[in-house]
């Protein structure tokens, strides 16, 4: 009879059946033991067949004790195991199966010895396989209770400046860092030097393999076309800039559609901006840095956006084998994710995956089926954004929240014609493009102000002095979509411009 897996399993899904406690070949599950303590644990079953057939084990004592003696004679340390004898009855006649529950280990790697070898075991999704040299390095970074950006290195703080991430967080937090401020965020030690995590946030980055690489490949692949490439960006230098440029590169890339409705303005994005900058966020935080010659890539096509990231998750699991709403935050880099959390770039209490889908579900344009994409493997990290425009003129049902109001828009194929739903195809000539759009707001000078009116609004309160180009480079917008809101702005009479362009400043009039 089937068996409940269940029952002894709870919600892990870290566990390896087997028929019978094999004496003469214990590689088969004492590398799953090694993997099991390397990793987050797991529970290995003997008297269970792979189809989750019941067989038992005969001499379920002696089994016991060999499974005992051969973790004594064949690992390397001794991990801690809780081995459990149950009753199952089958047909009328009782059976008895092994349940070996093996923890989480504090003293990796755990090594497995035999047929002359010493080998240390990881698992991915349902397998355990042997760990490679930069695998281990990782393995004993966290038997030290260490991760690799809380490393010192031998770079001095003194030769280096960290100007990009004083300046963005002096504009997205209004206060200013100290020099204190980096020791205790542990991007510098007590001697002066640098942590790994304080190279990444420094200037002129010294890790060369911080990079990020954006395309816009012309059609839905890379080979697309005689110009495979309209758009590319290769980035490198603090983490904040890889982060800052790559959001610019998205945003001007990410065209807008939109239609009037009898009271205001539906837009709709190819890609939501939240779902976007959360992907790329966490790309460059949970990289895996030990992982040379690799970076951080964007590619944009024709239907969908892809980002990568090297190493795939530090537990080990296959993101696309897990249920997305319960999987836990577990940090590769915690100093890197704290700095970015303090900064409000990502969240910290790891609802990233959870914010990526809602934020698709609440677009205007979403329709089922354009859900994004989760994949992992052991050497990386993949997230699909499909484009919600794309092959768009069908029959649309879209929910739009507009001005802190849901407004069900229920919008026919022949209604969505006779409106004239435009694309933006470049944001530089984005004034001319919505003269008539702009004619019709500009008479209702009443208006609640929008989600974007109010981050402006708030960024010229936190710096009345703000340039355009800073506007834009905080509010992750290009200039031209600042202008547009600027304008909106002063027509509403929320804000005046008063002095020079260059040495001027904003005046807020009314909130």
Known sequence: MPINLSQYLGETTDYDKKAAVETRKPRSWLKSVSAFAN?????ILFGI??????????????????ISELMKMRMEPVPECNLLIHSVEVAGSENHIIILK????????????GDGTRTAFVRVGNESIPADAVTLKRLILSSNQQSWDSLKTSYESKRFTFGRLFSGFLRRMNRNLKDEDLVSFGLVDENGLLTNAGALFVDDCPIRHSRLFCTRWNGKTKASGKMKALDDLEISGSLVTLLLDGLGFISRNNRKRWTKTPDTRIEMQDYPERSAQECLVNALAHRDYLEFGSEVHIDIFDDRMEFYSPGGMFSGWKVQDLNLDRVPSIRRNPIVADVLGRMNFMERRGSGFKQIREDYE????????????FYSDQIGFWVTLYNLNYGCDVE???????????????????DVNNRNIDTETNTENVLTDTKNVLTDTETDTENVLTGTEKLILNLIRNNPSSTLDELARDAMLSKSGVRYILRK???KGNVIREGAQKNGKWIIIRE
């Open 362 to 373: 609440l677009a205007a344009n979403w329709r089922a089926g354009l859900e994004p994409v």
């Open 49 to 66: 067949t792979d189809d989750d057939q019941i067989c038992g084990i005969d001499d379920v004592k002696k089994a016991s004790e060999d």
């Open 396 to 414: 649309l049902e879209t929910t739009q929240a507009h001005n802190g109001t849901t407004q069900a828009q229920n919008v026919r194929k022949d």
């Open 39 to 43: 990793g987050t644990g797991g529970t």
């Open 489 to 491: 702005l002063r027509v």
């Open 102 to 113: 093996v923890f989480a280990g504090k003293e990796s790697p755990y090594y497995y010895f």
